[in-house]
């Protein structure tokens, strides 16, 4: 007789049980499946299990292709970007950011609220919607049911726990719900959220995160989008280095000059600033048989005095401060007699009062090669010169630039001229350099300027693999054509000679008028020669014979 009445009591039983069962947040929110294990030793810190239960009456899960989703949002469908920090050094914190991505011509206002942007079509109507919004949860906060606290069982999770106070003006009109390693966060927000989860407990290697966003309503919650993706975790370093060296044309190929330092910058993923208080240091290995360099600058320099192919190696070492880990536990030797035993049990003191400084060693690994050749060390411009042209050129002026370089023979020759503070540019040239590799880095750029005025001018001198540069500022004056200089000489020496003459003659008549005739050949007749020798010598220098203005020859007139 008992086992019939527990038989009738089993039926009565599984008769009471739902034909459904309710959901878990596992079921809704991933695919995969975390083991127990995985559950249990990877608490994460403020995170809850997925074995809760799921609110669906609240919360409804659509499938995939179920055609309620089309009318999930008004004007089309929204995504979800989801990305984090990753990689994270094991025991740092680690952050992701969701970004909603609405349709066409709709974005977020100041409020929370998404509305249509002015001045945009969306869809084949004439022109903007007349409802500027396209949900106005700020109306709907001001409304009875959204507006007291009488009814507030749709303000939950979907675990019902209620929602965060805020103020109505700050609270989020999104739920977002993100999953991970058999737990789950949830938490409100506006278009963008985002999440820091500690990863002390988490296992190394690739971990999956999941989100799924829904959109507030008056009284059901509506899914509008998910994303996923995929984070590590390592107990590795993340390093690279930034390699940087002058007149080098392009480091980002790891091809270098020789004589010219090259500098090196460690950049170390660290973006919860995990090892703020570690002691790091720098191990540098450059391949080039210089010995080993331990700094504990993140910057170093280094020269290549050899061309060739170098491997570099850069071990950086921190000593991250934390917990002393708990001795393991041994069976406990027996206790010595009285007389062997010394002052104190040493074994049991050193485990029950442990240190306070003890550092967990974490290591960060970069290697690359390093290719070394020839390359222009320097340019110097040694002369500037003007360019007289026999045809005048009022509004353009040419000017020859002597260049001197060290390294190897440039290829190119480019130059930019800009106003006198060197920010707007101009013009700019490029031309090839024919230069016979044979001979000397010694060339002469012409280059044109319009009109007079202070100009700066940048000279880079390159070949495949340098690029050197240098800068001058100068000044360019209005000039004449040479010839108009040459017949503005000849006009005013030409004036300057009937000048003398004339001052000559009345010198002499006035001796001949004043003076006997036969004193005119005496001592004192001699002063209108000096005079005249005195004016010669004053107003041409040189021995008439000689002046090339006298010979008449155009050659030499054009080119002067």
Request: hydrophobic share 35%; net charge neutral; with cysteine.
């Amino acid at each position: 007789m008992g086992c019939l009445y527990c038989f009738l009591g089993f039926l009565l039983l599984a008769a009471g049980l739902p034909l459904d069962a309710a959901k878990r947040y596992q079921d809704v929110l991933g695919d995969e499946r975390t083991s127990d294990y995985m559950r249990k030793h990877s608490q994460l810190s403020g995170w809850s299990s997925d074995e809760n239960d799921w609110d669906e009456n609240l919360y409804p899960v659509w499938k995939r292709g179920d055609p309620r989703r089309k009318n999930c949002w008004k004007g089309g469908e929204v995504q979800a970007a989801l990305r984090s920090d990753s990689p994270a050094l094991v025991g740092s914190n680690i952050t992701f950011v969701v970004n909603l991505v609405f349709p066409k011509c709709q974005k977020e206002d100041a409020n929370g609220n998404i509305v249509y942007e002015k001045n945009c079509r969306n869809g084949p109507g004439p022109g903007p919607s007349p409802d500027p919004y396209v949900y106005n949860w700020t109306a709907w906060t001001e409304e009875d049911d959204w507006g007291n606290d009488t009814d507030q069982s749709y303000n939950v999770f979907p675990d019902r726990r209620p929602f965060p106070h805020h103020h109505r003006r700050r609270r989020g009109n999104f739920i977002y719900v993100f999953h991970t390693l058999g737990q789950y966060f949830q938490k409100l927000g506006r278009s963008s959220a985002n999440v820091s989860m500690n990863t002390a407990n988490v296992t190394l290697g690739p971990q999956l995160m999941e989100v799924t966003v829904y959109r507030r309503d008056r009284r059901r919650h509506v899914p509008i989008a998910k994303a996923k993706a995929v984070y590590v975790v390592t107990d590795q370093i993340a390093v690279f280095v930034n390699m940087s060296q002058k007149n080098n044309r392009n480091s980002s190929n790891e091809t270098f000059l020789r004589n010219i330092p090259i500098m090196f910058s460690v950049i170390i993923h660290d973006p919860s600033h995990f090892l703020n208080e570690s002691a790091i240091d720098y191990k540098w290995n450059f391949g080039d048989n210089t010995g080993l360099f331990v700094s504990n600058n993140r910057t170093l320099n280094h020269t290549y005095v050899l061309n060739g192919t170098f491997p570099l190696n850069l071990t950086v070492h921190a000593a991250v401060p934390g917990p002393c880990p708990s001795p393991s536990p041994s069976p406990r030797p027996p206790k010595p007699t009285p007389s062997l035993s010394p002052a104190g049990d040493s074994l049991l003191e050193s485990r029950e009062i442990p240190s306070e400084d003890c550092h967990i060693n974490r290591y960060g690994f970069f290697k690359a090669i390093i290719k070394v050749v020839e390359g222009i060390l320097e340019v110097n411009i040694i002369e500037m010169t003007e360019v007289l042209m026999p045809v005048p050129q009022p509004d353009n002026s040419l000017m020859d630039f002597i260049v001197t370089c060290q390294g190897t023979i440039p290829t190119e020759v480019c130059t930019i001229i800009s106003d006198p503070t060197c920010q707007i540019a101009q013009d700019t040239v490029c031309s090839p350099v024919d230069v016979d590799v044979g001979d000397a880095c010694l060339l002469t750029v012409r280059r044109a300027f319009n009109g007079s005025g202070t100009y700066c001018m940048n000279l880079t001198l390159g070949d495949d693999a340098s690029l050197a540069l240098t800068s001058t500022l100068l000044s360019v004056l209005g000039r004449r054509s040479p010839l108009r200089m040459a017949n503005g000489a000849l006009v005013s020496i030409g004036c300057l000679a009937v000048f003398v003459t004339v001052i000559a003659l009345l010198v002499y008549k006035k001796h001949k008028k004043y003076k006997p005739i036969e004193n005119s050949t005496g001592i004192k007749g001699k002063g209108l020669n000096v005079f005249l020798e005195h004016a010669k010598v004053k107003f041409f220098p040189r021995s008439q014979e000689k002046d090339p203005l006298l010979k008449n020859q155009p050659g030499i007139l054009s080119s002067a």
